[in-house]
């Protein structure tokens, strides 16, 4: 099959797929009855009148989606769930072949869940950021087709047959790959975080956007699998005792370069080709890019062409005008590449709704540039209070942990917050603390801890206390 | 025997004679390969032809010159549109030159970030070395044509740009000998610090918070709400969660509810009811297609807005043909000098969805 062939047949399939007018999916029966209705029904009983009201709210409900149904209904309205009570279509009929869809994609009931600009953040989408929707993300992961968006001057389909790597420089060879050469390397297969710099960068002065895609979503966190950045040096004769920077640089037309600190991240950084089991994706950079755990994203060069060894730092770009942190002073901080530990909550988060007081699983994410997670607390009244998550497993050095933490909703209004503590027993700050230290106009790494309010009526917004 | 052995001290002497070649194409390697047959040493040309980077200290700079009056003619016809005539443009990019001072030369600290008298950062306001404008300027610019200028014709810009902060004289001719006393006078020379912890992984936080567990805030006080008006300015919030499930996305099209939906959830938008169009139909192709690189809902940015182009061509017959036209074929001088390129890779359906779209004001 072609790459058009596999596009067309995708786009015919998403046709039939679409529900809209086909799929008999039946409501359940406290769908298009009151909450008056049920509390009088639950008060007094089931008499004539009252079945008689469930009944016609059942019948029109049904009249409209219906419509394919050739047998009057078997069953009257109370004695259950249609959803059960009711044959559905998937279990009566014929479903799809194998391979309908040669790339699977996901139920079209999650078709909300997609990368999404933040409006009037950039004004040209080729230098633009697509927030990840971590709101409806579980575990660890983020799906490939999820993983957020930076591009500085659009994104490309390299073609793998004819990208090289140069490395040069330092070194006693300077060598070209190809990547037939780069693939047959001893290669590792880690899980990292990436999270770009200027991530919650909004909300350094006040609240600025509605959701944790927004406030948090340019955090990803894949199993990459390339050559150790080490093996690929000593292969050319790297001169790592006095070359301890590295110039990494893009092959697309910003040219992207930014210097890494060898000292620093020699022994874990990857030069990668794959995310989460397959190639990696153009938008991430196919078909090669670094990856160097617990730095921000900026430096994870996507469709890498060069590696230099050198003595000093490059003052590129988006090093010396972008990426730098104004403080109070006037003075701008340079080179500061390091994610600390920062967590969020992501279920429930801003802009969300909860249905009805009773029990939630809490839950959220947490990560630290410096090494491990050690801990998560979490509060429901706003900071004044403190319990400990539980930490799924496993636990990975600069990678995101996934916490859970039980909770039964009284009704009443709740201030949500979560703050990670991580190996080195850096505890995540508040944004008052952050702001006491470097003022407001900083941009980058804000690792604040983030509050959700939860009002009675079970909206949750994005808010900053203190 | 005598055979076999000189045969076989023919063939190792072929082999030696392989292996002399292959050595002297890796260009003598000290110390053997780990990885024999993988990679190849990279050609003095090729090196050339990428390794294009400056640094401060001006490593990797290729020789040259051009003039502030040269930059201006090059900054006009390739990168007015976009930054403004004198880099004060705050439409597309950030401005490049504003906010810096004669006095700012002298110390290399520019006093605006300080004293806040300049609303925004320009360019000049932050970048320390002009290496960086060098090389950034021949690497990756024009926008849309990046890697199309000379190293002649990126002196020439870059001393455009400083003459824009008057940094030099307007008659000014900067060179590969000259650009090193330049560099002494850039407003923020002295703007930067590394004195942080967060180059280095084993580096100091600046922080050192505490993880207190009860009682730790005597008055919980919420400082900051995303305020009314901008409830719904990142788009309806019900149509960015799942529509089943027990986090929902509140309908921020509409007021807050005045109760809890309940466990039926009423109120809400349910699964078999809405799906979220907005990977398909026009206005997906039109950021699929790129035009949305061009082209914003309300704003002018390269080329008009879609309720420009809707309201000028409001009720005209024949405007769909004409536009049609227009984008396969490209067009310029309606909306100003800046041309559209044709977009010839359209199929005439999905133009002509594009065109009616857009007349209709995108809606």
Not at chain 1, 178 to 203: K, Q, W, Y
Not at chain 1, 354 to 383: E, H, P, Q, T
Not at chain 2, 211 to 219: G, T
Not at chain 2, 261 to 275: K, V
């Amino acid at each position: 099959m072609t790459k058009k062939q596999i596009e067309l047949s995708v786009k015919e399939v998403s046709v039939v797929e679409k529900p809209a007018n086909r799929a008999r999916l039946v409501k359940a029966p406290e769908h298009f009855i009151s909450q008056e209705l049920i509390a009088d029904i639950n008060a007094n009983g089931l008499d004539e009148t009252r079945r008689g009201f469930l009944r016609k709210g059942f019948f029109s409900a049904l009249g409209g989606a219906a419509a394919g149904l050739a047998a009057p209904m078997a069953f009257a309205a109370d004695e259950g769930d249609p959803a059960i009570l009711e044959k559905q279509e998937w279990q009566t009929t014929l479903g799809k072949n194998v391979a309908t869809m040669p790339y699977g994609v996901p139920s079209v009931y999650e078709s909300n869940l997609i990368r999404r600009e933040s409006p009037g953040l950039t004004r040209v989408s080729a230098a633009s950021v697509a927030f990840t929707p971590l709101q409806g993300l579980f575990g660890t992961i983020t799906p490939n087709g999820l993983h957020f968006e930076r591009h500085h001057q659009g994104w490309y389909n390299l073609n793998p047959e004819t990208h090289r790597l140069m490395v040069n420089g330092m070194v006693k060879n300077a060598r070209v790959f190809t990547m037939n050469d780069l693939m047959r390397l001893p290669s590792v297969s880690r899980t990292h975080f990436i999270e770009c710099g200027a991530n919650t960068g909004l909300e350094w002065g006040n609240v600025a956007v509605p959701t944790v895609q927004y406030t948090h979503g340019m955090l990803s966190c894949c199993e990459f699998t390339g050559v150790p950045l080490k093996i690929l040096l000593e292969e050319c004769g790297a001169d790592l005792k006095k070359g301890k920077f590295m110039l990494a640089e893009g092959g697309d037309g910003s040219g992207m370069t930014r210097t890494i600190n060898l000292e620093s991240c020699l022994d874990d950084t990857i030069v990668a080709w794959s995310m989460n089991g397959e190639m990696l994706r153009p938008e991430n950079g196919f078909p090669l890019r670094l990856v160097v755990p617990g730095v921000q994203g900026v430096s994870w060069v996507k469709w890498l062409r060069r590696l230099e060894v050198g003595d000093m730092p490059w003052n590129a770009k988006d090093e010396a005008v972008h990426y730098i942190e104004l403080m109070p002073d006037g003075m701008h901080r340079q080179y500061a590449s390091i994610q600390e530990c920062k967590s969020v909550i992501t279920t429930p988060s801003g802009g969300q709704q909860l249905l009805d007081k009773g029990f939630y699983n809490v839950s959220g994410m947490a990560w630290s540039g410096r090494g491990k997670i050690k801990r998560v607390d979490v509060s429901f009244d706003g900071g004044n209070n403190w319990r400990t998550a539980r930490l799924e497993t496993p636990i990975l050095t600069k990678s995101i942990t996934r916490f859970n933490i039980d909770w039964v909703w009284d009704g009443s209004p709740a201030i949500l917050q979560s703050r990670a503590i991580d190996d080195t027993g850096y505890v995540q700050p508040s944004i008052k603390m952050l702001r006491d230290a470097r003022g407001n106009r900083s941009i980058y790494h804000n690792n604040a801890i983030q509050s959700w309010k939860l009002d009675s009526n079970g909206e949750v917004s994005n808010v900053q206390v203190g | 025997m005598y055979r076999l052995d000189k045969l076989f001290a023919h063939l190792s002497l072929i082999a030696l004679a392989i292996f002399s070649a292959q050595l002297a194409g890796a260009q003598s390697m000290q110390g053997a390969s780990k990885f024999p047959g993988i990679g190849r040493s990279a050609t003095p040309a090729e090196v050339i032809a990428w390794d294009i980077d400056v640094r401060p200290d001006f490593k990797g700079l290729p020789k040259g010159s051009g003039s502030v009056e040269q930059g201006q003619v090059i900054w006009e016809s390739k990168c007015a549109s976009c930054h403004g005539v004198f880099g004060e443009s705050n439409e597309i990019f950030t401005p490049i030159a504003g906010g810096t001072t004669a006095d700012d030369i002298k110390t290399g600290k520019v006093a605006s970030l300080t004293d806040r008298k300049q609303p925004q950062r320009t360019t000049l306001m932050k970048v320390p070395t002009v290496s960086t404008l060098w090389d950034y300027i021949y690497r990756a610019m024009p926008w849309n044509a990046p890697r199309s200028l000379t190293p002649d014709e990126t002196y020439a810009l870059v001393a455009f740009v400083l003459s824009l902060g008057e940094i030099v004289p307007d008659d000014f001719v900067l060179s590969n000998t000259n650009i090193a006393e330049v560099q002494k006078k850039m407003p923020n020379r002295n703007g930067m610090t590394r004195n942080h912890g967060f180059w280095s992984v084993s580096g100091k936080p600046d922080i050192n918070s505490q993880a207190c567990m009860n009682n730790c805030v005597k008055f919980v006080q919420v400082g900051s709400t995303l305020p009314d008006f901008a409830r719904n300015a990142h788009g309806n919030n019900a149509e960015q969660n799942r529509l089943y499930g027990p986090y929902r996305g509140s309908d921020s099209t509409k007021p807050p509810l005045a109760k809890l939906p309940g466990s039926i959830g009423e109120g809400l938008a349910h699964a078999a009811e809405t799906h979220a169009a907005s990977t398909k139909g026009p206005a997906a192709l039109f950021k699929n297609e790129n035009c949305s690189a061009c082209h914003a809902p309300n704003a002018k940015l390269v080329g008009p807005s879609i309720a420009d182009i809707s309201t000028k061509y409001q009720g005209q017959s024949g405007a769909v043909d004409k536009l049609m036209a227009k984008v396969k074929n490209g067009g310029s001088g309606v909306w100003g000098s800046i041309p559209m390129p044709p977009q010839s890779q359209l199929s005439d359906e999905d133009r002509k969805t594009l065109v009616v779209w857009v007349l209709s004001g995108g809606k």
